[in-house]
């Protein structure tokens, strides 16, 4: 009796271990993606997935290359340096208008308050019509040039009544410190990092309703045919981190601050604007094609009719994935 009960209890044990949770069997292949990754919060959701593992659980080996901005991480695709890049969608149109050769697989974040303008009081500025005849320090081909054209056109002032001066995002908060320029167009946090370091001096102008900028994963339109199933995954380890950080807000603002090695209240005037979400939406192929019209104004292309970039979108992982996210009409 005894030994029958013995039995019992080593069975039942058995059985319990045998219905614990146990972790994710790692996927049967490893496929490795090399991401040029901008140290910008705009690209949170890959911080996330890369801090978690997320990528890793779906079977991606990352080598990622940092960047300061997406322009740059978007040349590295286009060397083949990089398979993938995050960036906002202008760099993205003026490749496109140049010939080159690249997709949008994914948009990971739409804001419509993040760019601003930074400008020093004691040069006379008060107000938007103070900007005429100043030098306006901008990072050429980037959302922040298109945003400064966006915001005079919307203040009715001619885009060409200021002196553009072209400056790397990290050297723009040090560029109005010592005076070289009058003012600047840029995005979160260097908008945060310019007005501490002017201080009281600072006058700060936005306008939410000139442009809304969405940031992409893009890559060479035959890579993407190509790699189906990894960017299926990369998709759905960026699906993982959006929901990491609808969970967990707070955390995942911590998160990314530690891996941009930057400090929390830096990050949060942007974060609260931040809208995180994995799709592609017929509202953000309209914002290519009034970029394009701007790209021709400005002369980074030929005048000319708008461009087809339906082609240039790559929908098969995103609808295989999660299907409902696609607004495209196609």
Request: no cysteine.
């Amino acid at each position: 009796m005894l030994a029958i009960g013995a039995a019992v209890v080593v069975a039942l044990a058995l059985g319990f271990l045998g219905t614990r949770k146990q972790p994710p069997a790692p996927p049967a292949t490893i496929e490795t993606l090399r991401l040029a990754l901008p140290s910008l919060p705009h690209a949170a959701l890959l911080h996330i997935a890369a801090e978690k593992g997320y990528f890793v659980e779906e079977g991606l080996q990352l080598t990622i290359t940092p960047t300061t901005h997406g322009k740059v991480a978007l040349e590295l695709v286009v060397q083949r340096k990089a398979d993938l890049a995050a960036a906002a969608e202008v760099p993205f149109v003026l490749g496109v208008m140049k010939g080159e050769a690249i997709g949008n697989a994914a948009s990971m974040l739409s804001v419509s308050n993040d760019s601003a303008v930074v400008a020093r009081r004691d040069r006379g500025i008060a107000a938007p019509r103070d900007l005429v005849g100043k030098k306006i320090g901008v990072t050429l081909g980037t959302s922040g040039e298109y945003f400064l054209w966006a915001f005079m056109i919307r203040h009715r002032l001619a885009p060409d009544s200021v002196t553009l001066v072209d400056i790397p995002p990290d050297k723009t908060a040090q560029a109005l410190v010592d005076g070289s320029i009058d003012a600047a167009a840029t995005w979160q946090p260097i908008v945060f990092d310019a007005q501490t370091a002017l201080g009281k001096n600072a006058l700060l102008f936005t306008e939410a309703q000139a442009y809304t900028l969405n940031f992409l994963l893009i890559g060479e339109q035959l890579f993407l045919k190509n790699h189906p199933r990894a960017i299926e995954k990369f998709i759905r380890a960026m699906l993982k981190a959006e929901q990491f950080n609808r969970s967990q807000p707070e955390q995942a603002l911590n998160l990314v601050a530690g891996r941009l090695k930057v400090e929390v209240d830096s990050l949060r005037p942007a974060w609260r604007n931040f809208e995180f979400q994995v799709d592609l939406q017929q509202s953000q192929l309209l914002t290519l094609e009034d970029e394009s019209r701007w790209a021709m104004e400005r002369g980074y292309a030929p005048a000319g009719p708008v461009p087809n970039f339906l082609p240039h979108l790559y929908l098969d992982a995103l609808l295989a994935v999660k299907p409902e996210r696609v607004t495209v009409v196609r």
